[in-house]
């Protein structure tokens, strides 16, 4: 499935973002996730959301965003509030199919093959 997303821009701190992942086909068959790189830093994991709709979510982001999906629009979310400095990165969407969904550590997001995640959106929180 190939991934796009969406909805990324610059805000001011203390504000909102709703980014969206567009999946090419249904996207039934996977669990999804979002993960951000920001300059000079490591992939982070930020959230992930179980074929059951089981969520998890990076301790930093916790009580702040919110991952969800649209089964019927073959769409991923994630709903940022309260955003800050720190959240400023480039954020992508990542899927992996349903066989390896039992075994995705926190974090496994991370490392999908360039095939398995959209291109990203930038996010940018000024002060």
């Known amino acids: 499935v190939q991934l796009m997303e969406s909805g990324g821009g610059s805000v001011q701190a203390g504000g909102s973002l709703r980014l969206s992942c567009k999946a090419s086909g249904s996207i039934n068959a996977y669990c999804l996730g979002w993960f951000r790189q920001a300059p000079g830093k490591e992939r982070e994991g930020v959230a992930d959301?179980?074929?059951?709709?089981?969520?998890r979510y990076a301790d930093s982001v916790k009580g702040r965003f919110t991952i969800s999906q649209d089964a019927a629009k073959s769409t991923l979310f994630l709903d940022m509030n309260s955003l800050t400095v720190d959240d400023t990165a480039m954020y992508y969407c990542?899927?992996?199919?349903?066989?390896?969904?039992?075994?995705?550590?926190?974090?496994?997001?991370?490392?999908?093959?360039?095939?398995?995640r959209g291109q990203g959106t930038l996010v940018t929180v000024s002060s």
């Open positions: 990542a899927a992996a199919p349903k066989e390896f969904c039992a075994v995705m550590g926190w974090g496994a997001f991370t490392r999908v093959p360039l095939d398995a």
């Open positions: 959301i179980s074929r059951d709709g089981d969520t």
